[in-house]
């Protein structure tokens, strides 16, 4: 008795961690299993909808799925956009289950950030699916693990990928990136950058991550431009899970995480989940350690075909940066290079996210359906820096007015700087879709409300004049920010044969932006707004050369509102901004795909013709600013491709890649490649599993040459590099043992540069390894 009510404690206790407490009452019910496939090709499909009147699940990425039915439940019936439904009696007879594809079958559109179909849908996209995290992923942020898919490339200021990293897409980055999690917008609102160390982990929840090139719709207007991401979390698992998993690997990197699956609740309509993650890692570079915390919990409901999710995602990151890049000769020693230039100070950064999101799928009737994603994210935190021989003026620091500004130039002091900002958006995105014989439509809209709210403080003064003056912190500057912004769309699917499908999707994006400081010192008031209105049209069509052979195409246009920072440093800061113009961007796409059971083959020919592009920031050191560089004029074109090969079940090779060529088309620089975009990236991945309980794999990379200015000297490019990660895995029981050797040839490169007076660039880490124990039960 004392045994039991022991292990009954024990349970209960691992419930309450994740804050989720649930009675189970599955008295009568039994577990069907089975395995959906492609009739025509054979291949698993994945993301099918299978449900009885109560409950329901969907398969995975080899289209497996395990469901609890209840002794009253007759039939199951099986959905997938892209196939004709079905309805199979129970007992199941047979447990591989094919389906047919059906002539419409174009997922939800692209706004709503559904899944892309092979053959269906005209755009170039890549998925990765958990196994595949699974086999590139130790402690990295998530651009390190995306960057092994075509036309992508990523870099960190750490070296090592724990801490501040950066994604760009055929050479735009991640400020023009959609960027989603379950389709909630992570672009910040002000900047449309990606603060990935906001969101420690997140890779270890996605049931799968889609990426689409080129264009396209996003649920915030201000972003897709190179591409868009979508992480979509996971909340139902077939089973109730335990996991605790333990890394820890080169520069002090730990990881520590433990993670809940419940079993199915209130006979099958109820799953929920829970995760806590801890990261911390001392970072190649010296001066770039990161602290990184998070949670995900999610409850998801499913009956009668209905489906509801709450998720909450809480990330906390403690960050040492240091922003600045070392010299080439730095770069070239294996012990200088983890230096720092003398004339820097590293920056902390301290700030807290927090993502709330609930994700509805109603069917109306048979041919209608409603969705909807609400959503609220709030942020606080702050960065600082300690600055020497600042001077008055610039921070204010006259506060009894008793200097003249000539003076005030010239008077100097050490001091601790914070740049504070308090922020939070919420919005709704509701799409209905119908659909008949051979016409599918899909419209909606997005309302969201941003305000941001952002001060100075500084303390710490080394004139002692100011130290009696000012005990504690002093406000030098405080600003308020908000945006508005209504998005209407609309997509429609024309199936003109059982070959031939044609799409065309409208956007309409109103955006009304408002800037307000308090007058501080010599910083006056200032009341200034701004409205934006982008019309968005695109027209696409696919066509199946055969039942395995597709081809597609597309073209259309987007276009985004500046940054804050664009129109602040280009404007007078009075009345209506003017000189800082939105971006727009003409995209053509051309695609064949070929899948067969035994090989995979995608190729997609690209060209974008860019206004208004912003090239860079770069760094100002005196005053840790950035100075925005436009071209007016650019193109970005090239080719991608993706092949994947099964000799046997025991090997799989993939290899992708990108050759493109980024582009001034006026001015000065014309015809010259643009800064920090590499012209070939390709990824060779090689998986080896003989068996169950152990495999090898074997990831290389290579990257071609990048210029650092627009006068493209070669003696400061970076050189083409080529890097070779190793991994090992075995499992034993309840227990997966992971071994990685990251450039395992212990490779001396560069990742990233930036001209100031000669190159300065941000190496990349030498030969590290990472060990991960990972227990399930």
């Given at each position: 008795?004392?045994?039991?009510?022991?292990?009954?404690?024990?349970?209960?206790?691992?419930?309450?961690?994740?804050?989720?407490?649930?009675?189970?009452?599955?008295?009568?019910?039994?577990?069907?299993?089975?395995?959906?496939?492609?009739?025509?090709?054979?291949?698993?499909?994945?993301?099918?909808?299978?449900?009885?009147?109560?409950?329901?699940?969907?398969?995975?990425?080899?289209?497996?799925?395990?469901?609890?039915?209840?002794?009253?439940?007759?039939?199951?019936?099986?959905?997938?956009?892209?196939?004709?439904?079905?309805?199979?009696?129970?007992?199941?007879?047979?447990?591989?289950?094919?389906?047919?594809?059906?002539?419409?079958?174009?997922?939800?559109?692209?706004?709503?950030?559904?899944?892309?179909?092979?053959?269906?849908?005209?755009?170039?996209?890549?998925?990765?699916?958990?196994?595949?995290?699974?086999?590139?992923?130790?402690?990295?942020?998530?651009?390190?693990?995306?960057?092994?898919?075509?036309?992508?490339?990523?870099?960190?200021?750490?070296?090592?990928?724990?801490?501040?990293?950066?994604?760009?897409?055929?050479?735009?980055?991640?400020?023009?990136?959609?960027?989603?999690?379950?389709?909630?917008?992570?672009?910040?609102?002000?900047?449309?950058?990606?603060?990935?160390?906001?969101?420690?982990?997140?890779?270890?929840?996605?049931?799968?991550?889609?990426?689409?090139?080129?264009?396209?719709?996003?649920?915030?207007?201000?972003?897709?431009?190179?591409?868009?991401?979508?992480?979509?979390?996971?909340?139902?698992?077939?089973?109730?899970?335990?996991?605790?998993?333990?890394?820890?690997?080169?520069?002090?990197?730990?990881?520590?995480?433990?993670?809940?699956?419940?079993?199915?609740?209130?006979?099958?309509?109820?799953?929920?989940?829970?995760?806590?993650?801890?990261?911390?890692?001392?970072?190649?570079?010296?001066?770039?350690?990161?602290?990184?915390?998070?949670?995900?919990?999610?409850?998801?409901?499913?009956?009668?075909?209905?489906?509801?999710?709450?998720?909450?995602?809480?990330?906390?990151?403690?960050?040492?940066?240091?922003?600045?890049?070392?010299?080439?000769?730095?770069?070239?020693?294996?012990?200088?290079?983890?230096?720092?230039?003398?004339?820097?100070?590293?920056?902390?950064?301290?700030?807290?996210?927090?993502?709330?999101?609930?994700?509805?799928?109603?069917?109306?009737?048979?041919?209608?359906?409603?969705?909807?994603?609400?959503?609220?994210?709030?942020?606080?935190?702050?960065?600082?820096?300690?600055?020497?021989?600042?001077?008055?003026?610039?921070?204010?620091?006259?506060?009894?007015?008793?200097?003249?500004?000539?003076?005030?130039?010239?008077?100097?002091?050490?001091?601790?700087?914070?740049?504070?900002?308090?922020?939070?958006?919420?919005?709704?995105?509701?799409?209905?879709?119908?659909?008949?014989?051979?016409?599918?439509?899909?419209?909606?809209?997005?309302?969201?409300?941003?305000?941001?709210?952002?001060?100075?403080?500084?303390?710490?003064?080394?004139?002692?004049?100011?130290?009696?003056?000012?005990?504690?912190?002093?406000?030098?500057?405080?600003?308020?920010?908000?945006?508005?912004?209504?998005?209407?769309?609309?997509?429609?699917?024309?199936?003109?044969?059982?070959?031939?499908?044609?799409?065309?999707?409208?956007?309409?994006?109103?955006?009304?932006?408002?800037?307000?400081?308090?007058?501080?010192?010599?910083?006056?008031?200032?009341?200034?707004?701004?409205?934006?209105?982008?019309?968005?049209?695109?027209?696409?069509?696919?066509?199946?050369?055969?039942?395995?052979?597709?081809?597609?195409?597309?073209?259309?246009?987007?276009?985004?509102?500046?940054?804050?920072?664009?129109?602040?440093?280009?404007?007078?800061?009075?009345?209506?901004?003017?000189?800082?113009?939105?971006?727009?961007?003409?995209?053509?796409?051309?695609?064949?795909?070929?899948?067969?059971?035994?090989?995979?083959?995608?190729?997609?020919?690209?060209?974008?013709?860019?206004?208004?592009?912003?090239?860079?920031?770069?760094?100002?050191?005196?005053?840790t600013d950035f100075d925005i560089v436009t071209a007016d004029a650019t193109l970005h074109h090239g080719v991608e491709f993706e092949a994947s090969f099964r000799s046997s079940p025991a090997i799989i090779l993939e290899f992708n890649g990108s050759l493109s060529t980024a582009t001034y088309r006026s001015g000065n620089h014309q015809d010259h490649r643009l800064p920090n975009v590499p012209g070939e990236l390709m990824n060779l991945t090689i998986q080896?599993?003989?068996?169950?309980?152990?495999?090898?794999?074997?990831?290389?990379?290579?990257?071609?040459?990048?210029?650092?200015?627009?006068?493209?000297?070669?003696?400061?490019?970076?050189?083409?590099?080529?890097?070779?990660?190793?991994?090992?895995?075995?499992?034993?029981?309840?227990?997966?043992?992971?071994?990685?050797?990251?450039?395992?040839?212990?490779?001396?490169?560069?990742?990233?540069?930036?001209?100031?007076?000669?190159?300065?660039?941000?190496?990349?880490?030498?030969?590290?390894?990472?060990?991960?124990?990972?227990?399930?039960?």
């Amino acid at each position: 008795m004392l045994a039991e009510e022991n292990t009954m404690l024990h349970h209960i206790s691992l419930r309450l961690l994740f804050l989720f407490i649930g009675v189970q009452s599955l008295w009568g019910a039994q577990t069907i299993s089975g395995t959906i496939i492609d009739k025509t090709t054979g291949l698993p499909v994945e993301d099918v909808n299978i449900t009885t009147v109560d409950a329901g699940t969907t398969s995975d990425s080899e289209g497996r799925f395990s469901l609890v039915v209840n002794s009253e439940d007759t039939a199951i019936r099986i959905s997938h956009i892209g196939y004709d439904p079905l309805e199979l009696r129970l007992p199941l007879v047979n447990r591989t289950i094919k389906l047919t594809p059906r002539k419409i079958g174009l997922p939800a559109i692209t706004i709503f950030a559904n899944r892309s179909i092979d053959g269906v849908t005209p755009v170039s996209f890549s998925t990765v699916t958990p196994e595949e995290i699974s086999l590139r992923y130790s402690t990295e942020d998530a651009p390190m693990i995306l960057s092994a898919e075509p036309g992508m490339y990523a870099y960190s200021e750490s070296g090592n990928g724990a801490g501040y990293s950066y994604l760009s897409i055929r050479g735009f980055d991640q400020s023009r990136i959609a960027v989603m999690l379950d389709n909630v917008s992570l672009n910040d609102n002000e900047s449309h950058q990606v603060y990935w160390v906001d969101h420690g982990d997140i890779l270890s929840d996605a049931s799968v991550v889609e990426i689409q090139r080129g264009i396209g719709n996003s649920l915030y207007g201000a972003a897709s431009f190179g591409g868009s991401v979508n992480v979509v979390t996971r909340i139902s698992n077939p089973d109730e899970k335990y996991l605790v998993s333990m890394s820890s690997g080169s520069y002090q990197t730990h990881k520590f995480r433990v993670q809940y699956f419940s079993d199915a609740l209130a006979d099958g309509k109820v799953h929920y989940t829970g995760r806590l993650t801890f990261l911390r890692s001392q970072g190649y570079r010296q001066d770039s350690q990161s602290e990184q915390h998070s949670f995900l919990g999610g409850i998801e409901y499913q009956s009668r075909g209905i489906i509801h999710q709450f998720r909450a995602l809480l990330g906390k990151e403690l960050s040492r940066l240091q922003w600045d890049g070392i010299s080439r000769e730095m770069v070239n020693d294996p012990v200088l290079r983890r230096g720092k230039m003398a004339w820097t100070s590293p920056f902390t950064d301290d700030f807290l996210q927090q993502i709330f999101s609930f994700n509805s799928f109603i069917p109306i009737r048979k041919n209608l359906v409603f969705r909807n994603t609400a959503y609220l994210v709030t942020g606080n935190g702050y960065y600082e820096i300690e600055k020497t021989g600042v001077d008055f003026y610039s921070y204010n620091l006259d506060i009894n007015e008793a200097f003249t500004n000539a003076e005030e130039l010239v008077m100097t002091t050490d001091l601790l700087r914070r740049k504070w900002i308090t922020n939070h958006y919420f919005g709704i995105t509701p799409v209905i879709t119908a659909e008949w014989s051979n016409f599918r439509f899909d419209t909606g809209f997005e309302l969201r409300e941003y305000q941001g709210h952002h001060h100075g403080d500084v303390s710490q003064f080394s004139d002692q004049n100011l130290s009696g003056m000012i005990p504690g912190w002093y406000r030098y500057y405080d600003y308020d920010g908000k945006k508005y912004s209504t998005t209407f769309f609309a997509q429609s699917v024309w199936n003109v044969n059982d070959n031939m499908n044609v799409t065309g999707d409208i956007q309409f994006q109103h955006h009304d932006w408002t800037f307000s400081r308090i007058p501080i010192g010599h910083f006056s008031d200032v009341d200034i707004s701004a409205t934006w209105n982008f019309f968005s049209p695109r027209l696409g069509f696919t066509f199946k050369l055969d039942p395995l052979t597709t081809v597609f195409g597309t073209y259309g246009t987007a276009m985004k509102e500046p940054s804050d920072e664009q129109i602040i440093t280009a404007d007078d800061v009075r009345d209506v901004p003017k000189a800082a113009q939105p971006e727009k961007v003409y995209d053509l796409e051309l695609g064949f795909t070929r899948i067969v059971p035994s090989h995979t083959l995608k190729v997609n020919y690209y060209r974008m013709t860019y206004k208004n592009e912003i090239i860079s920031d770069i760094y100002d050191f005196e005053n840790t600013d950035f100075d925005i560089v436009t071209a007016d004029a650019t193109l970005h074109h090239g080719v991608e491709f993706e092949a994947s090969f099964r000799s046997s079940p025991a090997i799989i090779l993939e290899f992708n890649g990108s050759l493109s060529t980024a582009t001034y088309r006026s001015g000065n620089h014309q015809d010259h490649r643009l800064p920090n975009v590499p012209g070939e990236l390709m990824n060779l991945t090689i998986q080896y599993t003989p068996s169950e309980d152990y495999g090898f794999s074997s990831i290389t990379r290579f990257v071609g040459r990048q210029y650092i200015e627009a006068n493209n000297r070669r003696e400061l490019s970076i050189d083409p590099f080529s890097t070779m990660d190793l991994g090992f895995w075995f499992a034993k029981d309840n227990w997966t043992m992971r071994v990685r050797i990251n450039n395992i040839f212990d490779i001396l490169y560069e990742t990233y540069g930036y001209e100031y007076g000669s190159g300065y660039y941000w190496p990349g880490a030498t030969r590290n390894t990472s060990l991960n124990l990972e227990f399930a039960l």
